[in-house]
């Protein structure tokens, strides 16, 4: 499966963005899907993430409450809706997705938070959030 990830830009803090993911080459309802986040000088970190099922979803504490991801897929896209924007939100945007199958909502809570865990990966949007 091929990612593309569009929607990111340049805003001050409080205002809002939503993120695309858009599929192709297989359909994303097979899939589990994740953001992840690189701010420069720092390593890749999770934002959210969603089983396939979508009855599945999973923040980081910092955007819990701001930050809400949804799939759409009639339209083979996933979302990252980002409201109340923080500087400390600044940084290139990634979607990802896999496939595998885990046992126990346990297991999908540790391995879905985990970028090794993804198998494809789109190749990120910029997203700065100026005070």
């Known amino acids: 499966v091929q990612l593309q990830a569009s929607g990111g830009g340049e805003v001050q803090a409080g205002d809002s963005l939503r993120l695309s993911c858009a599929a192709s080459?297989?359909?994303?309802?097979?899939?589990?899907m994740g953001w992840f986040r690189q701010a420069p000088g720092k390593e890749r970190d999770f934002v959210a993430a969603m089983s396939r099922s979508g009855g599945l979803t999973y923040y980081t504490d910092s955007v819990k409450g701001r930050f809400t991801i949804s799939r759409d897929n009639a339209r083979n896209t996933v979302y990252l809706q980002m409201n109340s924007l923080k500087p400390e939100d600044t940084g290139v945007y990634y979607c990802a997705a896999d496939a595998t199958t885990y046992l126990g909502t346990n297991r999908y809570d540790q391995r879905l938070r985990m970028g090794s865990s993804y198998a494809y990966w789109g190749q990120g949007t910029q997203v700065t959030v100026s005070s």
């Open positions: 080459g297989r359909t994303l309802s097979g899939y589990h």
